[in-house]
Nanobody, 124 residues
Framework: QVQLVESGGGLVQAGGSLRLSCGVS????????MVWFRQAAGKEREFVAA????????NSAGSVKDRFTISRDNAENTVYLQMNSLKPEDTAVYYC?????????????????WGQGTAVTVSS
């Protein structure tokens, strides 16, 4: 079993920055592609950014490209999401997830393990 714990969410003004962290335990971290999804109130969960097992490849949604950066530290079993130039529309609960699928899966059904989420609120 894989356990994921997110942290780093909070309240920030528009234009500000936050860094989310997701610590992973229970299995070999490098065996999993990692992703960040988010879910705003009343909306479906949406893909934000993904990173391959080794960190050599990343993918991100168009709405966050050039503002958000996903990275991972395989020595620390942690994946990060650096969020800059935050906008009120970035307000959501952010979830990290792990997938044993190779490459950069972007669909929720491709992810086996999920964290509990961390809330991000961006005020205007």
């Amino acid at each position: 079993q894989v356990q994921l714990v997110e942290s780093g969410g909070g309240l920030v003004q528009a234009g500000g920055s936050l860094r989310l962290s997701c610590g992973v335990s229970g299995r070999t971290f490098i065996n999993y592609a990692m992703v960040w999804f988010r879910q705003a109130a009343g909306k479906e969960r949406e893909f934000v950014a993904a990173i391959t097992r080794t960190g050599s490849g990343t993918n991100s949604a168009g709405s966050v490209k050039d503002r958000f950066t996903i990275s991972r530290d395989n020595a620390e079993n942690t994946v990060y999401l650096q969020m800059n130039s935050l906008k009120p529309e970035d307000t959501a609960v952010y979830y990290c997830a792990a997938s044993a699928i190779m490459g950069l899966p972007t669909a929720t059904r491709q992810y086996n393990y999920w964290g509990q989420g961390t809330a991000v609120t961006v005020s205007s």
